[in-house]
């Protein structure tokens, strides 16, 4: 009887949203990009497992129901890029060379790595889709032949490493046009970089909204001749 509580799909689902909810304050109580509410949320959690023993698969009933929303939360940003169909317009050519550039950087840069330490093929193709939004990145990896949870591993340290490192590198490459940082966030740190591209402004956001669509196409194009 006393296991029934944890093999339930609510089990998953309350423990994610408290601890993402103490990840929240935790980070306005030490606003630092390292204690990133999902961050801290991920950690709490895997802590709360090991202490517990609580088997994953318990966890994961309710844990894969916030997987799901994973899409339509993706679809949501369409309103931030409709607000700038204007600048969208403008800046279509620039948009799509720099998403396939961005595109074919990330997946020649787990090429290369991989060729340099000897990755096993099922570990690249885990790796070739991270940073592309989990949406896209899990099937793709799937299809590949991948580990879909080693995917959504890569895509969340790829984006958090692009939360820390995009403000700073804009400041250091002194890039002051707002297409080209919203472009360069979400090219290389998809949905998690496109949150902190919100924060720095509209268009930066509606941009690198653009390039979550836009670096997805292009990664699942040039995975099809690898």
């Known amino acids: 009887m006393m296991a029934e509580p944890f ?12 601890a993402y909810q103490g990840g929240i304050a ?13 961050l801290v949320a ?7 497992l090991r202490l517990t023993g609580i088997p994953l698969v318990d966890y994961n009933r309710g844990g894969d129901i916030l997987t ?22 403008k800046n279509l050519l620039p948009i799509c060379v720099g998403s396939l550039v961005g595109a074919a950087t990330s997946v020649g840069s787990v090429l290369l790595m991989s060729r340099i330490f000897s990755l096993d093929k099922v570990l690249v193709r885990s790796l070739l889709p991270k940073s592309v939004t989990n949406a896209i990145a899990v099937e793709l990896s799937t299809q590949m032949g991948g580990i879909p949870s080693l995917t959504i591993l890569a895509v969340l340290i790829t984006g958090m490493t692009g939360v820390i490192a995009a403000p700073w590198l804009i400041r250091i490459c002194r890039i002051d046009n707002p297409v080209s940082q919203g472009l360069a966030t979400g090219a290389c740190s998809h949905m998690i970089g496109t949150i902190k591209a919100l924060e720095m402004g509209e268009s930066q956001g509606a941009m690198s909204s653009i390039a979550i669509c836009t670096t997805g196409i292009a990664t699942v194009v040039i995975a099809q001749f690898l």
């Open 7 to 18: 093999t339930s799909p609510l089990f998953g689902f309350i423990i994610t949203l408290l």
């Open 68 to 89: 799901l929303l994973i899409t339509p939360a993706t679809t949501v940003l369409a309103v931030s890029v409709y607000n700038q169909r204007d600048l969208l317009r």
């Open 42 to 48: 991920a950690f709490l959690i895997i802590v709360f």
């Open 26 to 38: 935790l980070h306005r109580r030490f606003p630092c990009v390292l204690l990133s509410p999902l």
